[in-house]
């Protein structure tokens, strides 16, 4: 595997990094003999970045990266995955309900692909967090048509020459569909790959939240009209 920059975006998760990152670390160094692993810890109120400073003791290709105050989800991403000096950039989140294993079976694709994104297969979320997200897959899809099978699955790999196509505004929980829709729009080609989605096994989520809900709203209404509204009566 080419060199690769690994995101993991986080707040609150000083119980989730502990397992998250050995696990990163060491499923990455089966597959590629560069890379590096940026922590962002976004404004967090508990231990999360001293978590991270004795992971890096241990793990020399972790890092962190912090935020002062909590800037949300998107904030976080855009951070990691603009920090990152390596070829290829990924990201996932970092409380561990992805198998980074799984990264090995994207690689083959980045030939023919400007961004392989995966789908979670099935969804190992409470619930009404699945309501919430269909909801949210039917907003998005009203505005911009069809986007991605699963936009919000954090476990997206692409080029790190997309950055310089590809700039998202949002910074919110509507980055990622942003992203994509940004992706769609200049004609890059993206991959849909099944990903497993694992319980989450410490910590809390924070995607339910009603003012994280509101503000993925506002994010995407005001993008949708900016990108196509006003373009269109220009």
């Not at 975006?9 to 670390?25: C, G």
């Not at 083959?108 to 400007?114: I, K, M, R, V």
């Not at 993206?190 to 995607?207: D, F, N, Y």
């Amino acid at each position: 595997m080419p060199g690769i920059a690994v995101a993991l975006p986080a707040y609150n998760e000083e119980l989730s990094l502990p397992r998250t990152v050995p696990r990163v670390v060491t499923e990455l160094r089966k597959v590629a003999d560069d890379f590096e692993v940026v922590v962002v810890d976004d404004g967090s109120s508990d231990r999360t970045s001293d978590v991270v400073r004795e992971l890096s003791a241990q793990y020399p290709e972790v890092r962190l990266v912090q935020h002062p105050v909590n800037l949300g989800y998107g904030a976080a991403v855009w951070t990691g995955i603009t920090s990152g000096q390596k070829e290829f950039v990924f990201f996932t989140d970092a409380d561990g309900q992805f198998d980074i294993g799984e990264l090995a079976r994207f690689m083959p694709f980045t030939s023919e692909y400007d961004l392989i994104i995966g789908y979670r297969a099935p969804r190992r979320d409470p619930p009404m967090r699945l309501v919430n997200a269909l909801g949210w897959k039917l907003f998005v899809t009203l505005l911009f048509g069809y986007v991605a099978r699963d936009i919000d699955c954090a476990f997206k790999l692409f080029r790190r020459d997309v950055l310089d196509r590809v700039y998202v505004e949002s910074r919110g929980a509507a980055f990622s569909a942003e992203f994509l829709v940004k992706a769609h729009d200049k004609g890059l080609r993206v991959k849909e790959l099944p990903v497993s989605h694992l319980p989450r096994e410490a910590g809390s989520a924070t995607g339910n939240r009603p003012d994280v809900i509101l503000r993925a709203f506002k994010e995407m209404t005001a993008f949708w009209f900016k990108s196509r509204v006003l373009r269109r009566d220009s």
